[in-house]
């Protein structure tokens, strides 16, 4: 499934005002539950030190032994945490770049639906590939690795890929994400979630066909 370029809004001479797409009210909001979870994790350190910082992390984050032990909600908690503020930063401007343009033409809702499911998905891989780890592990990143996975299949057969962020080619960035999770996935260790997020990338390539095409609306 491919979508067409959304046209700019145009004014017919006499005519009432051509409607103006919705904003991304997802993306804004997702951005803004990444930036609450974090300022909670700063506020606990600030307040109570780097070890209670330590034992929120274990309490909130991805533990694939405390999943396995039935702590789920875990799988959620997770994805809107994150290590430090270049790990934040880094999601933010991935999900912001991809999702500007992928939410207006799936709509709000399977715009959160995808990106929540992706995060999800990456996160039972994890611990499906790391059973026996009492380690946590937090971030966004196999849930916005799924937006640019949905993005590519509904994008890339439309002819010349766009420029995001102003003039970065958006192949680009996309091979940098990719090549980012390779390198994290072949370090071992900590970086082992690197194969979730790929496996939350290929959710995304697997689930686009069915996000339903849409046209911007009025507010």
Known sequence: MTFEAAE???RVRGGPPAPRARPPIALAALG???LLGYGLELSVT???GPAELESFLHAFGLVPREVLAGRVFTLATAIFLHADSFHLLSNLVFLGAFG???EPRVGAPRFAGLFLGCGLVAGLIHVATSPASFLPTVGASGAVSGVLGAWWRMRHDRGPLPRLLGRIPALV???LWIGAQVAAGLS???GEAGWAHLGGFAAGLAVAPRLRRVSPRTP
């Open 8 to 10: 700019e809004p145009r």
């Open 32 to 34: 803004a539950g990444l």
């Open 46 to 48: 600030l307040r109570s």
């Open 100 to 102: 500007f343009e992928l």
């Open 173 to 175: 960035l996309l091979a």
């Open 188 to 190: 071992g260790g900590a």
